[in-house]
Nanobody, 126 residues
């Protein structure tokens, strides 16, 4: 059974930083790309970032480029999202997810992910 557990959310002031962690189990972690998504109240779930499996290619939403960094540690079956210079508009529940397979440039399509972790809430105060 595939399991994902996201953690690391919390309350932070604007300009602050947080690191989200997602631990995976139940599948061959190295082979699959991992996406981070977020959903703010009343809004659609949107793609934040993605890192591919074998070669670690990364993508970012324009709204977070230069501020967020995605990484993975295949030995620990763990993915990370380092978030710097946080803004109030980054407030959302953040989710990690595993791709169906090799989605590449289509990374922001949430329907191309088949396993989702429970979200972790990030609140950025102004």
């Amino acid at each position: 059974e595939v399991q994902l557990q996201a953690s690391g959310g919390g309350l932070v002031q604007a300009g602050g930083s947080l690191t989200l962690t997602c631990v995976f189990s139940g599948f061959t972690f190295d082979d699959y790309g991992i996406g981070w998504f977020r959903q703010a109240p009343g809004k659609e779930r949107e793609g934040v970032s993605y890192i591919s499996g074998p070669d670690g290619i990364t993508y970012y939403a324009d709204s977070v480029k230069g501020r967020f960094a995605i990484s993975r540690d295949n030995a620990k079956n763990t993915a990370y999202l380092q978030m710097n210079n946080l803004k109030p508009e980054d407030t959302a529940v953040y989710y990690c997810a595993t791709e169906i397979s090799n989605i590449g440039i289509n990374w922001s399509d949430r329907y191309l992910y088949d396993n989702w972790g429970r979200g972790t809430l990030v609140t950025v105060s102004s």
